[in-house]
Structures are given as C-alpha cells and as structure tokens.
C-alpha cells in the first residue's frame, strides 16, 4: 500500500472541510482541494460571445475585473486571505457580468471557509448564478456548500448537499471523504466507513487513509487502526498525530509500554499535544509509575484551562483526585 501524499497534510481543509470529530486533523483534504477558478487567460474561461458582452468595469485603481481576478487568486495562493477577500469584493461590487460574479463567490468562498467563517461562504454560495445546464458548476456549488454546512456542524444538510452534487457528479473523492466526516459526526459509523473506502479508491491520499484508521478505532477495532498506522508512519515523514492515535489505539489493546513510546514521540513533535500529554500520564499511571503520570496529567489539565475547555479539566481534574485518594 502507497500513500498519496497531499500539501500541508496537518489540516485540510480542503479546506474544501474541517474534521469536527476527528482533532487530529483539522482539514480533511488539505490545501490541493480548494483551487482558485482562475485561469492565466479569461477569454480560456468565458464563450467568446459572453466575453464580449462582459461590461469593463475599472475599479477605483483602474484596474479591470479580470485584472483584479488575477491578483485576488495570486493573493490566495500565497495566503494572503483578507486581500484576497477584499479584491473580490471589489470585484463584486463593480456590477460584474454573471460569470465573472459566479466566479467571483465562489472564489470569496472558499477564502472564508479557510478562514473559518462557514455562514459567510454560504451566503455568497446562495448568491450564485448557474443555469440548470451547468451541472459541472452546479456540482461544485453543492459541494462546497456542503463542506460549508459541515464547517458549521450543520451534518445532516451537509450530507443533502452532498448527495446533491454525487447526482450531479459521480466518483468525487472529496465529496466522499467529506461526506464520511458528517456521517462520522452523526455517529453513522457503517456509512461514514463506506464513504471514505469509496474516497481511497478515487484518491488514495495520506487524509483519507488516515480518517480509515479512525474509523477503524471509533468502530471498535483498534488492532486495525494501530496496523494501518504503524504502515502509515513507515512510509511517511514524523507526524505528531499519528503517533498520538497510534499510542491511543495501543492503550485501548492494554499495550501501555508502546503507548508511552508513542506519546513521547507525539510531545517531542509538539510541545502543545494535550491528547497525548493526557494518555503518557494515563498510561504511566498504568505502568505503576504513578507520580510522574500525575504530573503529566496535571500539565494536561492546566492546558485545557488555559484554552478555555472548562469540562475536559474538570474531567482531568476528576482522574487526578482519584488518583490522589488511592
């Protein structure tokens, strides 16, 4: 097995979407799956006849839609959202034809969803212009709308969107990852796993095998989950949660020798790991060695403090008077 390797694996977006069950990786498909529909030349992109007609707008720079297109997607590739933002919005505000305003959304679209701000992207998705005769257009629209219900814990229109555009257009790996994260928040556990094999099929990418391994262990199955993550970390280069879900798993099957191993390695990546500052002190505790697991479970209870989850440090806190009654 050969993993597909993608841009910026740790969260991926996609940022087509963002795991909202799955801490590990914040964007399932990263950065690849969210390009900018701009081409080098616009009369590539537009019928001659609508080119044409396009008014030529200047902006207050003087500068054409076309011209500002090009900039806002040159802005967004180097990650300069909120001027990217901003030229589009310029864009949108000149009274553009339909193609270019289409183009235009869409694009602020998605520069929100990376940004974090899902009810935004659906306001300018709702805003779009297609005829029925563009499925091709009509796909995309319904996908990233359902990335962007998903984005807001929206999951069950997040997975009407979905179908929508697999009606449209069949065979989409990321409609399928994306749609397995929204069964997978549900709870539907057995659709989320058909979802995601039918994404590795299409596009067999370290995110999608790494949301399997997931399933795998939420399933119940953890010796699946280590197996696939152990082949996974052979073949790629360190990655903080792959260790973390891989020493989890060896927890769950009372391997508390490797799930140390594992977290060491995870906190050695990153300092900031609390899953995996929580589960060294847990499986140290396991070991007998109870002081020193204390004290890794107490830096994991100030750490949920200190970012404001007030019910996982109460949790923590729990499992350390326990351990202090013994």
Not at 17 to 22: D, G, N, R, V, Y
Not at 132 to 139: M, W
Not at 164 to 173: H, W
Request: a positive charge; one cysteine or more.
């Amino acid at each position: 097995m050969v993993f597909k390797h993608i841009k910026n694996q740790a969260i991926v977006a996609s940022v087509l979407c963002l795991i909202a069950s799955i801490d590990p990786l914040a964007k399932v498909n990263g950065e690849d799956n969210i390009s900018i529909h701009r081409s080098l030349q616009a009369k590539s992109e537009y019928p001659d006849q609508l080119a044409q007609k396009a008014p030529i707008n200047q902006s207050p720079a003087g500068k054409t839609p076309a011209a500002l297109m090009d900039q806002a997607s040159a802005s967004f590739t180097k990650g300069d959202f909120p001027e990217a933002i901003a030229l589009w919005t310029q864009i949108i505000m000149s009274n553009p034809s339909v193609p270019i305003l289409n183009e235009a959304l869409i694009n602020r679209s998605k520069a929100y969803l990376v940004i974090g701000q899902p009810s935004l992207a659906l306001a300018d998705l709702s805003a779009c212009q297609y005829k029925p005769s563009q499925v091709s257009e009509l796909a995309d629209l319904w996908l990233l709308k359902g990335s962007a219900r998903l984005q807001n814990k929206q999951y069950s229109e997040a997975i009407v969107d979905f179908k929508q555009s697999e009606r449209l257009r069949p065979g989409n790996s990321i409609l399928y990852s994306n749609r397995s994260v929204a069964y997978q928040s549900l709870g539907k556990l057995a659709e989320a796993k058909s979802d995601i094999t039918a994404a590795i099929k299409l596009d067999p990418n370290f995110s999608n095998y790494f949301n399997l391994a997931i399933l795998q262990k939420l399933s119940g199955n953890p010796q699946a989950c280590f197996d696939l993550l152990s082949q996974m970390i052979r073949q790629s280069q360190p990655y903080g949660q792959l260790f973390t879900q891989r020493g989890l798993c060896a927890a769950m099957l009372g391997r508390h020798d490797e799930a140390i191993s594992d977290m060491l390695k995870a906190l050695k990546l990153d300092q900031g790991n609390v899953v995996a500052m929580e589960q060294l002190g847990l499986s140290l505790v396991a070991k007998n060695q109870k002081e020193s697991g204390r004290q890794y479970l107490v830096k994991a209870s100030s750490m949920r403090l200190t970012s404001g989850e007030v019910e996982e440090y109460q949790r923590i806190l729990s499992i350390i008077s326990l351990l202090d009654r013994r």
